[in-house]
């Protein structure tokens, strides 16, 4: 089984729904976050968690929000979606600092805002 | 923004090595050289990391130089399955997060 799992792996939206990406991890890491693909542009983080009291916003926070449920969960919300959000989303899991830890990606979800 | 720097892409043979080069212009003492790879429709993997020494793997080698302002990942036979984006990233100043990048499209002939 994986160890970080996303679901949904694809989702179509309206623009002005609200959405929920959900992220589970077995790996036990406490460092969670949110990353978003764009073509061309590489992988962009949004938020990320040290643990579940400690929240943290990345370069492109605005416009979502996120919610760490658990060590092993880390969602992602769109209140408002607007088709510039159209991107891939992965979330990630490391056991410490990105510095000298692994980060470990999930398999991504493909978002379509309309 | 990652202040790492690779070519957009390069092309190897398959079961020939390939020395993929990465320039970190801004990197500090303690910053690790991360390299990490995108396969087609797949979240990114680790490939491997070092600070100062020259590291291998099972997947693959990194080669840091003296200087530490430039890195070359090495892949030693590529195969197919090698055929992938490539990011180099370094610690950024000892930031929490690693920055990803445009990262590097590698291309591997049969």
């Known amino acids: 089984d994986a160890d970080v799992t996303q679901t949904p792996r694809n989702r179509i939206t309206k623009t002005g729904k609200r959405i929920m990406l959900e992220c589970s991890q077995t790996k036990g890491h406490d460092r969670m976050y949110w990353y978003r693909q764009d073509p061309g542009l590489g992988l962009r983080l949004i938020y990320y968690s040290f643990d579940v009291k400690d929240i943290n916003k990345g370069e492109i926070s605005d416009g979502y929000s996120v919610s760490r449920q658990a060590q092993a969960k880390f969602s992602l919300s769109l209140e408002s979606a607007i088709p510039n959000q159209t991107a891939l989303y992965f979330c990630a899991t490391s056991a410490g600092r990105p510095q000298s830890e692994t980060q470990y990606f999930g398999p991504g979800t493909r978002l379509l805002v309309l | 923004d990652a202040k790492t720097t690779q070519p957009n892409s390069m092309e190897s043979n398959e079961e020939e090595p390939v020395h993929l080069p990465c320039n970190h212009s801004?990197?500090?003492?303690?910053?690790?050289i991360h390299w990490y790879r995108q396969l087609p429709s797949q979240g990114p993997e680790y490939v491997i990391h070092g600070l100062t020494s020259n590291v291998n793997n099972r997947m693959a080698s990194l080669a840091i130089a003296e200087d530490r302002k430039s890195s070359t990942l090495i892949l030693h036979r590529a195969t197919l399955r090698d055929a992938a984006v490539y990011y180099c990233i370094d610690g950024q100043g000892g930031s929490e997060k690693l920055v990803f990048g445009k990262g590097m499209k590698l291309t591997v002939n049969p």
């Open positions: 801004t990197i500090s003492g303690t910053d690790y």
